[in-house]
């Protein structure tokens, strides 16, 4: 009976928990790609941002992300033809015990660098 309790509850904390890495890793990939987007197409860096750390919000808020575990970083230049990146990180629970609820925080971070137009006017 020990040695079951020892394989099975193991093997059902990872078995609930995987679907919720999934889901956060593929939250921090659509916020990155959608941020960076964003912020390549933006006239000028203060109004890129802000509109990028808007589609986050939107983003985590849809996904059911507590505003505390995303934390986003922007880096690159809207010059015509530079690029941009954004990089967005996560927190994921590390396992779900049912009854007790989440334990241990893993991060995860995921970046996507999109280009400026080449032939479009920068106000930066």
């Known amino acids: 009976m020990l040695g079951l ?3 099975v509850f193991p093997v059902m904390i ?3 928990t995987l679907p919720a890495w999934e889901q956060r890793a593929v939250d921090a ?3 990155a790609r959608a941020a ?3 912020l390549a197409t933006a006239p000028n860096w203060a109004s890129g941002r802000a509109a ?3 589609a986050i919000d939107e983003l985590a808020y849809n996904d059911g992300l507590a505003p505390s575990d995303v934390r986003v ?3 690159g230049d809207l010059a ?3 690029s941009v990146t954004a990089s967005v990180t996560v927190v994921i629970p590390a ?3 049912p009854g007790l609820g989440s334990i241990g925080r893993l991060h995860y971070t995921a970046s996507s660098t999109e280009h400026v137009d080449t032939y479009e006017e920068s106000t930066s």
């Open 5 to 7: 309790t020892l394989v």
């Open 14 to 16: 990872l078995v609930l």
């Open 29 to 31: 990939e659509d916020a």
């Open 36 to 38: 960076a987007r964003v």
């Open 52 to 54: 990028a750390d808007n």
């Open 73 to 75: 970083t922007y880096s």
């Open 80 to 82: 015509p033809g530079g």
């Open 95 to 97: 396992g779900e015990v």
